[in-house]
């Protein structure tokens, strides 16, 4: 059974910063696309970042471009999510994903994804 496990959310002051962690269990996803999406309360699940299966392509949302770094390392099967120079407005539940297939851009689409993780918690205090 597939599973994907998020750890590393918190509580962080605004302009710190917080490392996540995404782990894939059940099979390896070293051809597929990874990404972070978030959700605050009371709006729509966002995209935050994607990766390729190689690493050479990594699509941010604009809101998070050049704060947020996103890397994976196959052989953990393992995703990270680099937050620095957080912000209140990062407040939220992030998500990571696997798609369902072989992406040489990664989708910036929520439905191009077929996993997904439990999320974890993120709260940025002003």
């Known amino acids: 059974q597939v599973q994907l496990v998020e750890s590393g959310g918190g509580l962080v002051q605004a302009g710190g910063s917080l490392r996540l962690s995404c782990a894939a269990s059940?099979?390896?996803?070293?051809?597929?696309?990874m990404g972070w999406f978030r959700q605050a309360p009371g709006k729509e699940r966002e995209f935050v970042a994607a990766?390729?299966?190689?690493?050479?392509?990594?699509p941010y949302a604009d809101s998070v471009k050049g704060r947020f770094t996103i890397s994976r390392d196959n052989a953990k099967n393992t995703v990270y999510l680099q937050m620095n120079s957080l912000k209140p407005e990062d407040t939220a539940v992030y998500y990571c994903?696997?798609?369902?297939?072989?992406?040489?851009?990664?989708?910036?689409?929520?439905?191009?994804?077929?996993?997904w993780g439990q999320g974890t918690q993120v709260t940025v205090s002003s």
């Open positions: 059940g099979r390896t996803f070293s051809n597929r696309a």
């Open positions: 990766i390729n299966w190689s690493g050479g392509s990594t």
């Open positions: 994903a696997v798609t369902f297939t072989t992406w040489l851009v990664p989708p910036l689409q929520s439905t191009r994804y077929g996993y």
